[in-house]
């Protein structure tokens, strides 16, 4: 059987193109705090805040293009005869940009909106705010699809299902700090090589078999080109 990968991103692949993380010093937790604006409750007390974050958020994906980290994972996802999974907690569009084929967006995407009354998903591209009717059902209210703090992530259960047979586990760009993202290194199984690329160890790097600290640009074409070669 040809070996199965699992690839995990987060927001330290997108840094380089611009997109800001979330918890650096110049990160988007430092203009906002969590509470206000990534949780149900955030969107309950003040939707206007949270539209407004998440307007400027989609707005901004207009200003980036994906870079070479990007890339190299499309040029893996093509070249790559087992099975390949690309999980991403970034809900930007740079690897669909890049050319990968169907990135899991485990904390859902920018650039769709979810409907709170026939829960239907749609693609969403224009600022979203109450008065935005639903495409589906033309009354419901949007909201971004955007997994919240106290929310269950998106397709649990495949992500599981494809890392606990997996051979190679990778995690890119991702500080550990978030569950149950953080634990899916300690939920591969016992014969798979687990890896981080990061510009930093993460929180959780002890439980990495191998580490390779530097910038994502640079990191994951090296890694690509190596694993491509063997
Ligand atoms: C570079 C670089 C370069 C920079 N090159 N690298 C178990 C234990 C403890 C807590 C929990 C637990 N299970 C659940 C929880 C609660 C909670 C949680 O984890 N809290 C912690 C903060 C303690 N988790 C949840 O609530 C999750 N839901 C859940 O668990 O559901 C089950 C459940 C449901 C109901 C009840 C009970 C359980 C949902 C989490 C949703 C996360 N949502 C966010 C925001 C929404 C999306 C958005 O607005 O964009 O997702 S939070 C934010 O963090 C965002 C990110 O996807 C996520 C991860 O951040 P990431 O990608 O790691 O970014 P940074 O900034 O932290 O790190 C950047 C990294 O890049 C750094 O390491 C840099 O070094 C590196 N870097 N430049 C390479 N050039």
């Not at 494809?162 to 014969?191: K, M, N, Q, W």
Request: net charge negative.
């Amino acid at each position: 059987m040809p070996p199965s990968l699992v690839i995990l991103t987060g927001a330290g692949i997108s840094a380089e193109s611009g997109l800001r993380t979330f918890r650096a010093a110049d990160g988007l937790w430092e203009d906002h705090r969590v509470e206000d604006v990534a949780t149900p409750e955030a969107f309950a007390r003040n939707p206007a805040l949270v539209y407004r974050f998440y307007n400027e958020r989609r707005r901004s994906l207009g200003a980036v293009r994906p870079n070479p980290a990007h890339l190299a994972l499309a040029e893996l996802e093509r070249a790559w005869a087992g099975e390949f999974l690309l999980v991403t907690q970034n809900v930007d569009d740079l690897h669909e940009r890049a050319g990968s084929r169907n990135p899991l967006h485990m904390h859902g995407e920018l650039l769709k909106a979810r409907c709170l009354a026939c829960r239907a998903v749609s693609d969403w591209t224009e600022d979203l705010d109450d008065r935005s009717p639903c495409p589906a059902c033309t009354h419901g209210r949007l909201r971004p699809h955007i997994v919240w703090f106290g929310e269950m992530p998106l397709e649990m259960e495949r992500i599981y299902r494809t890392l606990e047979r997996c051979d190679l586990f990778v995690a890119i760009g991702t500080s550990g700090h978030v569950y149950p993202a953080a634990g899916f290194v300690e939920a591969v199984g016992p014969r798979a090589r687990t890896l981080e690329l990061n510009l930093e160890p993460s929180r959780v790097a002890d439980a990495f078999q191998e580490h390779r600290v530097g910038r994502a640009t640079e990191l994951v074409p090296a890694f690509v080109a190596e694993l491509c070669r063997s």
